[in-house]
């Protein structure tokens, strides 16, 4: 693996990469990495002939009361797992490499931005679509691979790819949890024992939604009164069921439907989602 800190070498190397033509991979990351980012590797691995990672911690995507500072960094480790995985590239840019003085341009997907996570942090949407659109330009990848846990991110940066004329294909993979349920996140590091505990609270909810619907539960507004009782020990910031292409609330729930959470467990914002059958 060979780890690049420029524009002008990572753009330079991901040119000779698809010279011939063959798929190249791009994974995004923001390191302090875990099994659902390796699982991101592995399908891009099966589905290109070169794949490259990033690791940068978007100082754009970030308020100016939430955890940039403290955001977990565990650079080495993060590149021995990497390279591991058989990724190819992995570019890891400082801020201001990616942000250099001057810089005036960002995007916002106006809309959809403002909506789940974007309307509890505001702006913060905006600042993952401008870092990721900067990366889209740098690597030119034909496929980008993300997490579907980061549901309305990834229904954001769809929007965008259409908008804006990108010419790669977005890949939503998987959340990938822990055996208790647990959706993985970099975050979870911050959780004492007793709150990773309550963290539980976000899947067991999501869990009764998916069952009501196997039983025949379709009207949003009782699925969601099913679902509170599991999200008293923890501070709810939104239960919603929504289309999962424009984050619009929904009050019928069909196969597709995106059912997400977000809830603090102590000083930790945690997110989950499923998609109903």
Request: net charge negative; hydrophobic share 45%.
């Amino acid at each position: 693996m060979k780890t690049i800190e420029t524009v002008a070498e990572m753009q330079h190397l991901c040119r000779s990469l698809r010279a011939d033509r063959a798929p190249l991979g791009l994974v995004p990351t923001m390191g302090a990495l875990h099994a659902g980012h390796l699982s991101l590797v592995r399908r891009a691995k099966s589905e290109c002939a070169s794949v490259a990672a990033t690791i940068f911690v978007n100082p754009l995507q970030f308020g100016p009361n939430e955890d940039l500072a403290k955001y977990p960094r565990t650079f080495d480790e993060d590149c021995r797992q990497l390279a591991a995985a058989g990724v190819d590239l992995l570019f890891a840019p400082t801020p201001a490499e990616m942000y250099p003085s001057g810089a005036a341009t960002t995007i916002s997907i106006i809309g959809i931005g403002d909506r789940l996570d974007g309307a509890s942090r505001p702006g913060h949407f905006t600042g993952v679509a401008t870092v990721v659109a900067k990366l889209f330009h740098i690597a030119a990848p034909h496929r980008a691979y993300f997490g579907q846990k980061d549901a309305a991110q990834l229904a954001v940066l769809r929007q965008m790819t259409r908008d804006l004329n990108f010419d790669l294909e977005i890949i939503g993979c998987p959340i990938v949890r822990d055996a208790d349920g647990l959706a993985l996140s970099s975050r979870n590091k911050y959780l004492s024992d007793s709150e990773r505990i309550e963290a539980l609270a976000l899947s067991r909810a999501l869990q009764r939604i998916e069952q009501a619907i196997a039983h025949g539960e379709r009207q949003s507004d009782r699925l969601i009164q099913q679902a509170l009782p599991e999200l008293t020990n923890v501070k709810l910031d939104y239960l919603a069921t929504v289309d999962a292409q424009t984050l619009l609330p929904v009050t019928t729930v069909e196969p597709g439907t995106l059912i997400a959470v977000a809830a603090w467990v102590g000083q930790t914002r945690l997110i989950d989602n499923l998609l109903a059958d």
